[in-house]
């Protein structure tokens, strides 16, 4: 390792992938907010919070606006940058939305206080991540693209290297290694990163997960490359399918060329106040344990933390806990007949789910979800292997493939949601969350405003 001082970079997740992972992004704003004033103080290079599905989640089981937990973050922690993950040409729903849709978002997540987007696509298909790159430049966000890492016939370093090259040359001001399933290995991990320092410029992130039990060696093998930044989560909601813990890396490197520098007496204190956070969310049995172990058959599954405890819920709900290991064995036959797509969201939940199906029907494919169509049928982009065509003629029999960037064929439909959307939506903010989750947003707006519009009725009696 080079001698010379060379900081390694933290960002951050414990607002937001830390507790996706862990607890079905159950943490609310009001368990946010008391710990910002120490995070702030930290001297992360940023801290992502918003994003992901935490968008959904507020509404659905917090009932809480989106929007105005980013703008509570943006006022609570003014010295550190806000990162935020998209999906690309999906946003943070789970089809693809029309350029003017995807302008839009990016401008208002960046006028509430986004400062980072790390851009992706389940697929690494570039087609998917150029318009929301170029927004988020012209906006004056810093575009974070990333790569999708997975284990396939189709996927080696070389695929990985000349991706970083592609992505590079579309404007990227960061390039992200992101590993869902901690299955980017120590060594692997050191000679990806060397070989893409060599080939670009810009600065390299690397984000993994801990759930294969893997993931600090993975980081420190990482820093030893030379990568630029790494994800950890505070240790309440660190390890198993979440990021490894952010005070052991800190702790590891004090006192090396590559010192973070961080404060490990800040991290104890913000620490504190998020362990009685975790606490309260496993009493009232959302962060189930199964999440904290490490689990090395992922190696085997490629199944991320986030979608791990989105699977264990599916099967309680179906009674059918007893065949979690049946679905994980279904999974990976499952990406081969479909192309062999990374799985990370919306593919990992297209490709659970279908696995879910063919395992509680008794039979494979006796019937597809209208997702799994979609992505057989190009929707989603274009698929890094071969599909199995018996499967995707079973799916959708003789309608024509896509093979065009699929946002080519939507037309603008930004005015059309504004219309669709005028008496629950009072401001940009609301109509794109009426775009990307119509059977949650509405009525959420509803509920939202339904009080204020009572308490100005009684303000109009009393005038008049």
Excluded at 45 to 50: G, T
Aim: hydrophobic letters at 40%.
């Amino acid at each position: 390792m080079d001698t010379q001082k060379n900081p390694l970079k933290i960002t951050d997740t414990i607002l937001r992938d830390a507790h996706q992972s862990q607890a079905a992004t159950r943490m609310r704003t009001e368990d946010m907010l008391p710990a910002c004033e120490i995070l702030d103080k930290i001297g992360y290079y940023s801290l992502e919070c918003w994003g992901g599905a935490t968008f959904d989640a507020c509404m659905r089981f917090l009932h809480e606006d989106p929007w105005e937990r980013l703008r509570a973050l943006r006022k609570a922690l003014p010295n550190t940058k806000l990162q935020m993950l998209l999906r690309g040409q999906n946003l943070l729903g789970y089809k693809h939305y029309a350029d003017d849709v995807v302008e839009l978002f990016v401008k208002k997540s960046i006028e509430n206080g986004i400062n980072i987007i790390r851009i992706f696509d389940a697929l690494n298909d570039v087609r998917n991540i150029e318009c929301a790159m170029k927004y988020t430049k012209y906006y004056g966000g810093e575009a974070e693209a990333a790569i999708s890492y997975t284990i396939s016939p189709v996927h080696n370093e070389r695929y990985f290297v000349e991706l970083a090259m592609k992505l590079e040359e579309m404007g990227a001001d960061t390039i992200c290694i992101k590993d869902m399933a901690n299955l980017l290995l120590p060594y692997e991990a050191f000679s990806l990163i060397k070989a893409i320092k060599e080939r670009v410029s810009v600065p390299v992130h690397l984000h993994t997960h801990n759930t294969t039990g893997t993931g600090d060696m993975t980081n420190l093998l990482a820093a030893q490359a030379g990568v630029d930044i790494v994800d950890t989560a505070l240790s309440p909601f660190a390890n198993g399918t979440s990021q490894p813990s952010t005070e052991s890396l800190v702790a590891t490197l004090k006192d090396t060329p590559r010192d973070t520098g961080l404060d490990l007496d800040l991290m104890s204190k913000a620490a504190a106040h998020f362990r009685g956070v975790a606490e309260r969310l496993k009493n009232e049995g959302i962060l189930d344990p199964k999440v904290l172990r490490v689990d090395t058959n992922t190696l085997l599954y490629q199944v991320p933390g986030g979608m791990l405890s989105n699977l264990i819920s599916q099967l309680k709900q179906a009674k059918a806990e007893d065949r979690y290991y049946d679905v994980l064995a279904e999974i990976p036959r499952v990406r081969k007949d479909f192309g062999y797509p990374p799985l990370v969201t919306p593919t990992s939940q297209i490709v659970g789910t279908q696995a879910v199906m063919n395992v509680l029907m008794g039979e494979r494919y006796k019937t597809f979800t209208k997702e799994s169509k979609g992505v057989l049928r190009g929707e989603y982009g274009r698929l890094p292997g071969e599909v199995n065509e018996e499967v995707r003629k079973k799916a959708i029999g003789d309608e024509e493939l896509i093979t065009c960037r699929p946002a080519d064929l939507i037309e603008p439909e930004l005015e059309k949601y504004r219309e669709e959307m005028k008496d629950v939506a009072r401001c940009d903010e609301d109509v794109l969350s009426c775009a990307l989750f119509p059977k949650v947003a509405p009525e959420f707006l509803k509920n939202k405003y339904a009080p204020k519009k009572e308490e100005e009725e009684r303000t109009l009696r009393v005038f008049f």
